[in-house]
């Protein structure tokens, strides 16, 4: 477990889920409410925060704030997955790149909990999160607060033919089309909140 308290990064941190099979778990610290405590935070340049590839075992990322990493020209500077992983009760604050500033599903299976994905901005789509098309998503109680996007999906884009938002919040995301949702594949959205986007239209499908 990491403790709590702000962790300085000037590279990366890399995992590669086991090959037997087995679980890994990257766990920091959180308060009796449920608070993330542990953060991780750039100390400037351009690398990711975290990026998972996937051998057959999966990870557990749990009770950690992303914050600050910057990727120009690239995907996913708060978290890069290609590989079966959990994230639960994490933030993903004021990352930047190109595509996906907080979370890039690039392949595998993903369950996202109790998230927030905030202040994350991206020169094309998914400000918040990006999910590729062969990924298997499913978001549950997360928050997607004023992300920003160039062209779609300032909350998030998702290509999946597999994914399921559920009981999730977008609120104050911004970009020219789509600011909340922008949903190119195969999504089931149930009792989520869309407000306050500043495009003309807040989701869209297809």
């Known amino acids: ?43 400037g340049g351009s690398h990711r925060g975290i990026e998972i590839s996937g051998g057959s075992g999966s990870l557990l990322v749990e009770n950690l ?25 994490c933030s993903l604050l004021g990352n930047t790149g190109e595509q996906g500033g907080g979370l890039y599903l690039a392949g595998g299976v993903a369950t996202i909990e109790d998230c927030l994905f905030q202040g994350n901005s991206v020169d094309y789509a998914g400000g918040g999160a990006w999910i590729e098309t062969a990924v298997e998503a499913v978001f549950t109680n997360c928050r997607f607060i004023e992300n920003l996007a160039g062209s779609a999906g300032a909350g998030l884009l998702s290509q999946s033919n597999d994914a399921l938002l559920d009981r999730c919040i977008f609120d104050g995301n ?33």
């Open 174 to 206: 911004e970009s020219a089309d789509s600011s909340g949702l922008n949903a190119n594949g195969v999504m089931t959205v149930h009792e989520c909140v869309f407000e306050n986007h500043a495009a003309s239209r807040a989701i869209r499908y297809g």
């Open 65 to 89: 704030v992303l914050q600050g990493f910057q990727l120009p020209s690239g995907r996913g500077p708060g978290i890069y997955s290609d590989g079966e992983v959990t994230i639960r009760n």
């Open 1 to 43: 477990q990491l403790s709590a308290g702000e962790h300085q990064r000037d590279e990366k941190v890399e995992i590669h889920t086991a090959d037997d099979g087995r679980s890994i778990t990257l766990r920091g610290a959180a308060d009796a409410d449920g608070t993330p405590l542990t953060v991780l935070k750039s100390t």
